[in-house]
């Protein structure tokens, strides 16, 4: 079946314009996780969506960072006014189950945010 | 001290040997581990998920847990060139699910 899609794959922005990057999750899955990764990093975790909840937002890094899921599907990671030091690939994840118990999350092919 | 650690490389192995990645984690608490495959330009893809002190075998890949010592493997065997990639080691942070991630190893196996 078709897997975790986002969109654009590629984003260059200028600084202080806002962004919108969408993530459409694998069919019937309960749960949506944003992360951000940088440059030779592994992906740290943004934020948290148990169907249209969002459940934990601890890793957004800053007001300028929003994220929504309206109707417990497609996500939409929002973020004004763009600094440089937003440049980096954002990922979103899908999972089957919530919680703490197993939860493989599948992740899409990410959008490479460039802030110039 | 982060809290999922792992060696960055690169870890170098000829083909056809046994490639060993390590991850150590703080929190005694996580119940869940995960090891990931990225490719460079790639996006995390899921290869071993494990859940109980021991080893669990995928073809090729063998997870091992080790709970009293914080401590996750991953073990390759017959190492591939297509194997060369960046290793994520991954662990269930508890409340939601959201996953803590190493740096990864970039592992390197030479034909």
């Known amino acids: 079946g078709a897997g975790v899609s986002q969109s654009p794959r590629y984003k260059v922005a200028k600084r202080g314009q806002d962004v919108a990057l969408r993530c459409d999750p694998i069919?019937?899955?309960?749960?949506l996780f944003w992360y951000q990764q940088a440059l030779g990093q592994g992906p740290e975790f943004l934020t948290y969506f148990q169907n249209e909840a969002q459940l934990d937002k601890s890793g957004l890094p800053s007001d300028r960072f929003f994220a929504e899921r309206p109707e417990g599907s497609v996500s939409t990671l929002k973020i004004q006014r763009t600094q440089q030091e937003d440049s980096a690939v954002y990922l979103c994840?899908?999972?089957?189950?919530?919680?703490?118990?197993?939860?493989?999350?599948?992740f899409g092919p990410g959008t490479r945010l460039t802030v110039t | 001290q982060k809290e999922v650690e792992q060696n960055s490389g690169p870890l170098s192995v000829p083909e056809g040997a046994i490639a060993s990645l390590n991850c150590t984690y703080s929190d005694r608490g996580s119940q869940s581990f995960f090891w990931y495959r990225q490719y460079s330009g790639k996006s995390p893809e899921l290869i071993m998920s494990i859940y109980s002190n021991g080893d669990k075998e995928d073809g090729r890949f063998t997870a091992q847990l080790n709970k009293a010592s914080q401590y996750v493997s991953l073990l390759i065997r017959d190492s591939q060139p297509s194997d060369s990639a960046t290793y994520l080691c991954?662990?269930?942070?508890?409340?939601?699910?959201?996953?803590?991630f190493g740096q990864g190893t970039e592992l390197s196996v030479k034909p």
């Open positions: 069919s019937g899955h309960v749960s």
């Open positions: 991954a662990v269930n942070h508890g409340e939601g699910g959201k996953l803590i």
């Open positions: 994840a899908s999972s089957s189950t919530s919680g703490t118990g197993i939860n493989e999350q599948y």
